[in-house]
């Protein structure tokens, strides 16, 4: 089992900025790879962003490439997304997840391909 706790959401106007976090805890594993999604009101949950731990390799929706950044602290088990020049269409809740499989390359962008995730976190970006 692993545990994930997300952080770091709020209101914030367009234009600013957030960082996300996401804490990582029970069976972690430096093969795993982590990824952020998220969920508008009457939408499907979204991929955002996703990492794989052992070597860095990023990838990310095209609605935000550019804007976020996803990063990850091996020593404390966390993954960040920070994001920059947020729109009103960026608000939903954030979940991060985590995918057992462990490709060092695949990075996967499906919900379904992700076997943890956490509680979410809300953030409203406003006009």
């Known amino acids: 089992q692993v545990q994930l706790v997300e952080s770091g959401g709020g209101l914030v106007q367009a234009g600013g900025s957030l960082r996300l976090s996401c804490a990582a805890s029970g069976r972690t594993s430096f093969s795993y790879a982590m990824g952020w999604f998220r969920q508008a009101p009457g939408k499907e949950r979204e991929f955002v962003a996703a990492?794989?731990?052992?070597?860095?390799?990023?990838t990310y929706a095209d609605s935000v490439k550019g804007r976020f950044t996803i990063s990850r602290d091996n020593a404390k088990k966390m993954v960040y997304l920070q994001m920059n020049s947020l729109k009103p269409e960026d608000t939903a809740v954030y979940y991060c997840?985590?995918?057992?499989?462990?490709?060092?390359?695949?990075?996967?962008?499906?919900?379904?391909?992700?076997?943890?995730w956490g509680q979410g976190t809300q953030v409203t970006v406003s006009s």
């Open positions: 990492i794989r731990w052992s070597t860095l390799r990023t």
């Open positions: 997840a985590v995918d057992t499989n462990p490709s060092t390359y695949y990075l996967a962008a499906g919900v379904a391909e992700y076997d943890y």
